[in-house]
Antibody, heavy 117, light 108 residues
Framework: QVQLQQWGAGLLKPSETLSLTCAVHGGSFSDYYWSWIRQPPGKGLEWIGEINHNGSTSYNPSLKSRVTISVDTSKNQFSLRLSSVTAADTAVYYC???????????WGQGTLVTVSS | SYELTQPPSVSVSPRQTARITCSADTLPKQYAYWYQKKPGQAPVLVIYKDTERPSGIPERFSGSSSGTTVTLTISGVQAEDEADYYCQSADSSGTYWVFGGGTKLTVL
């Protein structure tokens, strides 16, 4: 049984850095890509980026300058940092597991992050 | 920037067939995936690699591909299928993923 459990600060002020972590329970950590995806209120899903166990990353070009995704294989965890947040970054953030060509089958529970002064 | 185009909304009566399309020039070269999204819940993968259905997804969900358009078909729509549906695919070089804008399926 694969479970993704995520946590992080839910309320930020503009210009602060968003930080979320996702812990993976069950299954192999090294055989997959680990992603962050968000959904602003009333809007669609947006892919943020992904990382594998070797630390190889890929980011959404529109967010690349502000995003860092890192991995801690000793804890089976991966993390998201998004700098210089604004109200436009208010969203529910999800972590998810991608099996190459098999889509996102497993998701975290979602974390609502609100950016407000 | 790369985009996947979906209709904003589709409406269908119960037991009828719903078809949701997703279009992009790269779809002949890249697989498409479909997700069901209900409020307050994480997305659920309903179709992968254009036409494959994950274990546990009802057979009424199917996917197809033709040229630059992929289609999610829900046969015999049930009230519980009312949700937002998103397609996902990769850019032409397979460097990053993109989601379509989403389609709200309303069961009349």
């Amino acid at each position: 049984q694969v479970q993704l459990q995520q946590w992080g600060a839910g309320l930020l002020k503009p210009s602060e850095t968003l930080s979320l972590t996702c812990a993976v329970h069950g299954g192999s950590f090294s055989d997959y890509y680990w992603s962050w995806i968000r959904q602003p209120p009333g809007k669609g899903l947006e892919w943020i980026g992904e990382i594998n166990h070797n630390g190889s990353t890929s980011y959404n070009p529109s967010l690349k300058s502000r995003v860092t995704i890192s991995v801690d294989t000793s804890k089976n965890q991966f993390s998201l940092r998004l700098s210089s947040v604004t109200a436009a970054d208010t969203a529910v953030y999800y972590c998810a597991r991608e099996a190459y060509s098999y889509g996102y089958l497993y998701w975290g529970q979602g974390t609502l992050v609100t950016v407000s002064s | 920037s790369y985009e996947l185009t979906q209709p904003p909304s589709v409406s269908v009566s119960p037991r009828q067939t719903a078809r949701i399309t997703c279009s992009a020039d790269t779809l002949p070269k890249q697989y498409a995936y479909w997700y069901q999204k209900k409020p307050g819940q994480a997305p659920v993968l309903v179709i992968y690699k254009d036409t494959e259905r994950p274990s546990g997804i009802p057979e009424r969900f199917s996917g197809s591909s033709s040229g630059t358009t992929v289609t999610l078909t829900i046969s015999g729509v049930q009230a519980e299928d009312e949700a937002d549906y998103y397609c996902q695919s990769a850019d032409s070089s397979g460097t990053y993923w993109v989601f379509g804008g989403g389609t709200k399926l309303t069961v009349l």
